[in-house]
């Protein structure tokens, strides 16, 4: 199965991506994971990124679809992927249209701009494996600790409320359109990003018939 997330930052896309990936058993491509680690790492890519990243705006669309593409080359893609904050502007769905990527559904989590301010204010990460954690909705056993490889849990840098605000005007303008492009092509499904991460995740396995 192939599978794109959409939704505002902290709907929960890499909550489902993760829940997904294991009921599925494919990977969880996520262009926002892919690119911190570029930062972290200091490398070209990473150091052009960092200043759209730390200013909540979309990194440049040739970076983006630079990245996806070798990565749907991998040998792990064969079986299908679920790709997770990619595309977000047009140009990148229309890139994936034409390197012929064919997408089985797009799965659009819905949750309202004040509930994503909580969401993104209790967020814990994990900088090592990228597992995601909340302070009361999800929290880790171990209070700080990273429950799948013990790393301590981090706050992203661009979970401030500034930023926040910027990510969610992107979104509103450039990302939100692709859900009629994909409503078009009769390959959306919505789903409400329900209070509770396993109630979200069996509506998500219940939209998708898995
Ligand atoms: P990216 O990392 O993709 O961030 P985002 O889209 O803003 O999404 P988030 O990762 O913040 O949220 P999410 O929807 O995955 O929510 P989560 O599951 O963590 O991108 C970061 C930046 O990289 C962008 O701003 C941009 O600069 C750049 N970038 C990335 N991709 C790009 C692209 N294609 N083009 C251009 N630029 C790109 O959940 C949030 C919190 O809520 C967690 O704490 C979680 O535990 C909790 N939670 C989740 N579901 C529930 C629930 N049902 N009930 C209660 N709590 C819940």
């Known amino acids: 199965m192939r599978i794109i997330m959409l939704g505002p930052p902290g709907a929960g896309k890499g909550t489902q991506a ?7 058993d494919i990977p969880a491509i996520s262009t926002g994971d892919m690119l911190r680690d570029a930062v972290s790492r200091e490398t070209a890519i990473g150091l052009k990124a960092k200043s759209f990243m730390d200013a909540g705006q979309l990194v440049p669309d040739d970076i983006i679809i630079g990245i996806v593409s070798e990565r749907l080359s991998n040998p792990d893609c064969a079986n299908g992927y679920i790709l997770d904050g990619v595309p977000r502007t047009l140009v990148q769905a229309e890139a994936l249209d034409q390197q012929a990527v064919a997408i089985d559904v797009v799965l659009s989590i819905e949750i309202s701009d004040e509930e994503i301010l909580e969401r993104l204010g209790g967020r814990r990460a994990c900088p090592n494996c990228n597992a995601i954690f909340h302070i009361t909705s999800k929290p880790p056993k171990e209070e700080g600790i990273c429950d799948e490889c013990g790393t301590e849990l981090i706050i992203r840098q661009d979970d401030n409320p500034e930023t926040i605000k910027n990510r969610l005007d992107t979104y509103h303008k450039e990302t939100k359109p692709l859900k ?6 009769g390959l959306l499904k919505t789903v409400d990003n329900v209070p509770g991460v396993e109630e979200t995740t069996a509506a998500v396995f219940k939209v998708l018939g898995i």
């Open 18 to 24: 993760e829940a997904l990936t294991k009921k599925l």
């Open 180 to 185: 009629e492009y994909y409503e078009s092509k």
